[in-house]
T-cell receptor, first 116, second 115 residues
Framework: EAGVAQSPRYKIIEKRQSVAFWCNPI?????LYWYQQILGQGPKLLIQ????????DSQLPKDRFSAERLKGVDSTLKIQPAKLEDSAVYLC??????????????FGEGSRLTVL | AQSVTQLDSHVSVSEGTPVLLRCNYS??????LFWYVQHPNKGLQLLLK??????LVKGINGFEAEFKKSETSFHLTKPSAHMSDAAEYFC?????????????FGAGTILRVKS
């Protein structure tokens, strides 16, 4: 079974530029998550999709971040314009069902963003 | 809101010696707790989970964790460390929020295994 695919793995941009990250979840997984992991911290949930609908985007900085999951499969996370504090690893995860007590998410290897 | 605190940012052990990674949780109800592991350049992987059944939980690769309500702890242990255990470990709690359950991660503990 193929895992969660993310691209690009690394991206370096100047502040105020834009960047987009792509994620393809495990086939058949209804729920998709984007997490931000800043160096020295644990992952923080940015947005959760159930199929192609947004379940939770309460921690997404909507003035600069946007995400979509067209057709309920792959997803794109965009940052425009980027700030220095956006330097982080962006993790995509998926699960067959919505997170309940099972807690099992399958993570991709992440996209590391450096903003100069 | 639920939260977890990992008491050590770095732990260093020798190969073949026991591993102890400490985690305390804060919860207003009986929590669901998890440990995830992240090897270099790999995705996070679920190591084990506690969901109010047996308090001693066994996971993959010989790891186990014990839920202690009186101490609000969920420490991760392994009797004998292997070089391949070197990784970052995250203690995680499932938090019931406005939009349903979501996972809240601790800051992580980097485990170094010396030969």
């Amino acid at each position: 079974e193929a895992g969660v695919a993310q691209s690009p793995r690394y991206k370096i941009i100047e502040k105020r530029q834009s960047v987009a990250f792509w994620c393809n979840p495990i086939s058949g997984h209804a729920t998709l998550y984007w997490y931000q992991q800043i160096l020295g911290q644990g992952p923080k949930l940015l947005i959760q999709f159930q199929n192609n609908g947004v379940v939770d985007d309460s921690q997404l900085p909507k003035d600069r971040f946007s995400a979509e999951r067209l057709k309920g499969v792959d997803s794109t996370l965009k940052i425009q314009p980027a700030k220095l504090e956006d330097s982080a690893v962006y993790l995509c995860a998926s699960s067959r069902l919505a997170v309940t007590n099972t807690g099992e998410l399958f993570f991709g290897e992440g996209s590391r963003l450096t903003v100069l | 809101a639920q939260s977890v605190t990992q008491l050590d940012s770095h732990v260093s052990v020798s190969e073949g010696t026991p591993v102890l990674l400490r985690c305390n949780y804060s919860s207003s109800y009986s929590p669901s707790l998890f440990w995830y592991v992240q090897h270099p350049n790999k995705g996070l992987q679920l190591l084990l989970k506690y969901t109010s059944a047996a308090t001693l939980v066994k996971g993959i690769n010989g790891f186990e964790a014990e839920f202690k309500k009186s101490e609000t702890s969920f420490h991760l242990t392994k009797p004998s460390a292997h070089m391949s255990d070197a990784a970052e470990y995250f203690c995680v709690v499932s938090d019931i929020g406005e939009y349903g359950n979501k996972l809240v991660f601790g800051a992580g503990t980097i485990l170094r295994v010396k030969s």
